[in-house]
């Protein structure tokens, strides 16, 4: 009782300090803007800010990147994209990777600072986690999410976040951002033109919940506005988002900045203000608070116009200061904890150590007709493929600069005996036909015992707008690989009966049913960071073992994909297709097979539901396996999705090990979102499922563990 007295004590003595030192700061801010002119505090409204001497303010730029490590800065350790970090289903490897990407963020800003350098990717107000639902794998920024479920990318999103921002209850260690809010994945060609209505509810029960997550569970600092429209409004001056939904409904206290051109984008693309005054004064009055852009430029004209007040300039600028206040650095401030990081961190034994294990987790094993894992004194073994031997394929967008990138290449020379005959040729381009009627990489491919050809996409063939060369702005057209890729695979296949071993790049779902054809192993690797080709060494012969599991469906026709430009989710994702699956969210195999049993769940209709099930490995390996609770509620598939995933954990189980494991649903993930946003409790029959893939009709198929338990709710 005495102990439990003094923890009591403890956290409400560090709840008022924490009270205290953020008042503190407040009255710091409003002293600050009190003492502003007027030109000072517009140019304090856009992201790149000039330094006010006369305040001890320096020059600020509050456009920088972390989205897998700290980008375009310079050296810096390069994790696995978030595609692969959401692959992981480990939200406590996802903040350990926060916690060291805002490390050597602290580390780098400190450097930057001793040379004067104030330019642009810096700072510490990083623009990541990208937190929008991957509802079509056609996006080019598919890449840069968590995948196509609202809970799983929550729930990684929030865990980047906390290891970002740090656990100190007043200071940053840095700021993250949550965007692209709202309702916001492609097509790139249209997005700063496109007004997307989607339903109230697919709204409130696809498109929102991850960011609610962030604010209030994560206690992200920053929130992006997206470039589109949402209900006529533009993302970046919607009063229905930003202050309705934002801050009155869900709490935010920190700011909001405007995705790239956005604001100019409110009367240049969408056309809703005559003049860049008005658009300034649509985006300040709906809850903007930092422009990433120019238009704010006019923001004197507006004030002229009398469209804005200096009372509501003075509104937008106080969560800004509050930020910079909170990062200790909008003036000098020894109180901050996160000061004085020193560089020996950037790219430490321990970050890349981080790094592989990432890697290691993400990549998912999907198909092996019992040629791996690979012995390591094999005789022959032939490596091909564009991507094979090129670090670029390793790095998704936004990435950093690391100077030991591993190929794919290198990590399976790294593994083999001195006594095995390993050669490679690149054999095709990425995406052009080979034009020499002789190529040997299929001969060589053909003779060894066995060949891993390394296939996919890489940043030219899918992106951002204006960054993937292959197509027009960075979408892809269909889910199929480029023709020359898929000839290669052909005429290695013609000639070679078995050993050919895919390892699949890219940020999205493709076409598997040609390749799961012609291949007798699938290793989709995404764009797995400096680390891949070691953790891909490690995979292949068996020195670590599969645990990634697929955090989007895997179509299996893209022609059957409803429209690109539908904001609808009828038809999409796991939680609302009822065909057109090749492998199902959730899925990925292992090196071994683990029995599901014994399912038992208890419900209670106001605090939610209870559910274990045993979990057996009847393997000679270690195995991870991550059980997943799906909940199909009354009303699925016509008012509520078909099933949704609830809860998940990682579980490590040595060979013949059982062990029991529980989850604790809350009541909230078992209600039927409505039209209007509110959530109820239906009455009626509940369906648990406990299974290593979401249920779908191709599990059978693909020998998917599923057990299942009705629950009737009265």
């Known amino acids: 009782m005495k102990q439990l007295f003094l923890t009591i ?11 205290d030192g953020l008042h503190r700061l407040e009255q710091q801010a409003n002293d600050i803007i009190s003492k502003m002119t007027l030109e000072e505090k517009f140019s304090q409204l856009m992201n790149e800010t000039p330094g006010i001497s006369r305040l001890g303010i320096e020059p600020y730029d509050w456009w920088n990147e972390a989205l897998h490590g700290v980008g375009r800065d310079g050296r810096a350790t390069v994790f696995p994209q978030p595609i692969g970090l959401g692959a992981t289903f480990d939200p406590v490897l996802v903040k350990k990777i926060g916690d060291a990407i805002a490390t050597e963020g602290r580390a780098k800003y400190e450097v930057a600072r001793k040379n004067k350098n104030y330019s642009r990717y810096t700072g510490l107000t ?9 509802r079509d794998p056609r996006w080019g920024r598919g890449m840069e999410t968590y995948g196509e479920d609202p809970y799983l990318t929550g729930t990684m999103g929030t865990a980047f976040v906390q290891g970002m921002q740090g656990d100190d209850p007043v200071y940053l260690k840095v700021a993250a951002c949550g ?3 709202a309702v916001h994945s492609g097509p790139e060609a249209t997005r700063h ?8 509810r697919d709204l409130w029960e696809t498109y929102l919940p991850a960011f609610k ?5 994560g206690n992200v600092e920053i929130i992006m506005g997206a470039y589109n429209r949402v209900y006529g409004e533009s993302a970046s001056g919607s009063k229905f988002l930003l202050t309705d939904i934002l801050r009155k409904q869900w709490g935010f206290q920190g700011h909001i900045v405007s995705d790239c051109g956005a604001v100019t984008d409110i009367y240049e693309g969408h056309k809703i203000a005559k003049s860049e005054a008005e658009a300034c004064a649509i985006a300040i009055k709906a809850g903007l608070n930092v422009e990433c852009g120019s238009t704010f430029k006019a923001m004197k004209d507006a004030l002229d116009q009398q469209l804005i007040t200096e009372a509501e300039i003075d509104q937008a600028l106080k969560p800004l200061m509050m930020t910079r206040l909170k990062l200790g650095i909008l003036q000098p401030d020894d109180k901050c904890p996160y000061r004085h990081v020193g560089e020996e961190v950037i790219e430490c034994d321990k970050h890349i150590s981080l790094a592989k294990q990432a890697a290691i987790e993400s990549m998912v094993l999907l198909k092996n007709d019992g040629v791996l894992p690979l012995k390591k004194d094999i005789h022959t073994l032939f490596v091909t493929g564009a991507g094979a031997a090129d670090a670029f394929w390793l790095m998704g967008n936004y990435f950093g600069i690391s100077d030991r990138y591993c190929t794919y290449l290198q990590g399976i020379v790294s593994k083999v005996s001195n006594g095995t005959a390993v050669n490679y040729r690149p054999g095709v381009l990425e995406s052009t036909p080979t034009r020499n009627k002789i190529n040997w990489a299929v001969d060589e491919a053909a003779g060894a015992e066995y060949t891993v050809i390394v296939m996919g996409n890489n940043g030219n063939l899918e992106g951002e707008e204006g960054e993937a060369i292959d197509s027009e702005r960075g979408d892809r057209d269909g889910i199929g690989l480029p023709e020359s890729q898929m000839q290669f695979l052909r005429d290695i296949r013609a000639r ?3 050993g050919i071993i895919v390892v699949l790049t890219g940020g999205s779902p493709v076409d598997m049913r040609e390749i799961s054809e012609l291949s007798d192993a ?19 012969f068996g020195d670590a073992n599969f645990s990634g599991k ?27 297709m009822t065909d057109n699956i090749f492998y199902p969210f959730g899925y990925g195999l292992s090196y071994g097979k683990v029995d599901y049993s014994n399912l038992q769940v208890t419900v209670n209709k106001k605090t939610g539901a209870t559910v274990c099930v045993t979990l057996t490995n009847h393997s000679s390996w270690n195995i991870t396996e991550t059980p997943q609770v799906y909940v199909s509620a009354p009303g699925a598939g016509v008012s509520a999705p078909i099933q949704q995933l609830v809860n998940f954990k990682r579980i490590h189980l040595a060979p013949g090990e059982s062990e029991e494991v529980q989850f604790d649903v809350p009541i909230e993930q078992m209600m039927t979102i409505q039209e209007d946003g509110s959530a109820k409790l239906v009455r009626g029959e509940y369906v648990f499922t406990v299974a290593n893939a979401a249920p779908s009709i191709r599990n059978e198929a693909l020998g998917v563990c599923a057990l299942s338990v009705k629950e009737r709710v009265k």
Not at 9 to 19: D, E, F, G, H, V
Not at 126 to 134: A, E, G
Not at 193 to 199: D, G, L, Y
């Open 9 to 19: 004590m403890l956290t409400i003595a560090i709840s008022t300090s924490a009270q």
């Open 179 to 181: 965007k692209h809010y």
């Open 522 to 540: 699938i290793i989709m690797a995404w764009y797995p960071g400096q680390e891949g080709g070691y953790a891909l060494g490690d995979l292949l």
């Open 126 to 134: 990083f623009w990541s986690p990208n937190v929008n639902i991957f």
């Open 213 to 217: 997550m962030l604010v209030q569970k």
């Open 193 to 200: 033109t496109v007004n997307v209505e989607p339903s109230k």
């Open 496 to 498: 070679k009966k078995s």
């Open 550 to 576: 697929l955090p989007v469906t895997f179509p299996e026709d893209g022609e059957r994909l409803p429209s690109f430009e539908d904001y609808s989710m009828k038809g999409r994702t796991y939680k609302y």
